[in-house]
């Protein structure tokens, strides 16, 4: 068995990419969207919250356009905070 440093080339374990979970692409954590759905109480028998990641890509495709101008006015808080 060999460390993972000794695998690769001594860089250490690398960060996973994930998959969006539209296009199936694979794509850096730190790029990724977070998408919350919760469905209104009158459809909550019916539907239950979900979360899935998605890429920047399918983020556009799916108009969060006005999500990411707002997200551009924030002050950054650091790499990978995301406000949670």
Not at 37 to 57: F, I, K, N, T
Not at 58 to 79: H, I, Q, T, Y
Request: aromatic share 8%; hydrophobic share 25%.
């Amino acid at each position: 068995m060999k460390s993972v440093e000794r695998t690769r080339d001594g860089t250490g374990d690398a960060t996973p990419a994930r998959e969006c979970y539209r296009c199936d692409r694979d794509v850096a954590p730190s790029q990724l969207f977070r998408v919350d759905v919760e469905p209104p109480d009158a459809l909550a028998r019916e539907y239950r919250p979900s979360m899935r990641y998605c890429c920047p890509d399918c983020a556009a495709a799916m108009n969060l356009s006005e999500f990411s101008d707002w997200m551009k006015s924030r002050p950054r808080r650091g790499v990978g905070s995301g406000g949670e």
